[in-house]
């Protein structure tokens, strides 16, 4: 049982180049989210899905977008990557919706754009 | 407590002392809350949760309590430790999807 799990851990980007943030969990949860993390603030909330088959906005959405492809794994993605979103991004899985459960968190992907 | 900006209020500790966290938290409608522990290059990990119908909730060396008078919760780890070192967050949550997350307080064990 390996909770959830991210790939890449690190990766750098050039201005403008895309990539997809990978996110899968095995613990059967139905709902899951993507968080990023800068330096002296709290998580913010990019996009979460609250079930396979949906995906929502959250905080901060912009220069993002989510799959939900089955209900395991959610990935991120960012179509053309800007400095501003240089941070440490996490993905995290919860049981049920609206339930009063905590999130179990991944690793986290540490991202570079220069 | 909360911080604003890029620096996170530290809470430096002897080892064996007690350590308080405190969080101001922003909805008085929020019904559930955790405290996180968030060590260096790690993701945020569980440590305790409290629903609003509480006021105290233990946990092993760990202590959390609610004042919704003032909307503040607090984390109280017994005896500190210095693999206690680590970043600790509240999160709140109404009834819904999602959280809303404090910024951090790190706590610093000295030996």
């Known amino acids: 049982n390996a909770g959830v799990t991210q790939t890449p851990k690190f990766q750098v980007l050039k201005t403008g180049q895309s990539m997809t943030l990978q996110c899968a969990q095995d613990?059967?949860?139905?709902?899951m989210y993507w968080y990023r993390q800068d330096p002296g603030m709290g998580l913010r909330l990019i996009y979460y899905?609250?079930?396979?088959?949906?995906?929502d906005k959250g905080e901060v959405p912009n220069g993002y977008n989510v799959s939900r492809l089955n209900k395991r794994e959610f990935s991120l993605r960012l179509e053309s990557a800007a400095p501003s979103q240089t941070s440490v991004y996490f993905c995290?899985?919860?049981?049920?919706?609206?339930?009063?459960?905590?999130?179990?968190f991944g690793p986290g992907t540490r991202l570079l754009v220069l | 407590g909360e911080s604003v900006g890029l620096h996170l209020p530290t809470l430096s500790v002897q080892e064996g002392d007690n350590s308080i966290i405190n969080c101001a938290y922003s909805?008085?409608?929020?019904?559930?809350f955790i405290w996180y522990k968030q060590e260096s290059g790690k993701g945020p990990q569980f440590i305790i949760d409290?629903?609003?119908?509480?006021d105290k909730r233990q946990g092993q060396r760990v202590t959390v309590l609610l004042n919704k008078t003032v909307k503040h919760l607090s984390l109280q780890i017994a005896a500190t430790q210095p693999g206690d070192s680590a970043v600790y967050f509240c999160?709140?949550?109404?009834?819904?999807?999602?959280?809303?997350f404090g910024p951090g307080t790190r706590l610093s064990v000295l030996p």
């Open positions: 995290a899985s919860r049981a049920g919706q609206g339930a009063q459960e905590t999130q179990y």
């Open positions: 613990m059967n949860h139905n709902s």
């Open positions: 899905s609250a079930s396979e088959g949906t995906t």
């Open positions: 909805n008085s409608a929020s019904d559930y």
């Open positions: 409290i629903r609003s119908n509480m």
């Open positions: 999160a709140e949550n109404n009834y819904g999807q999602n959280f809303v």
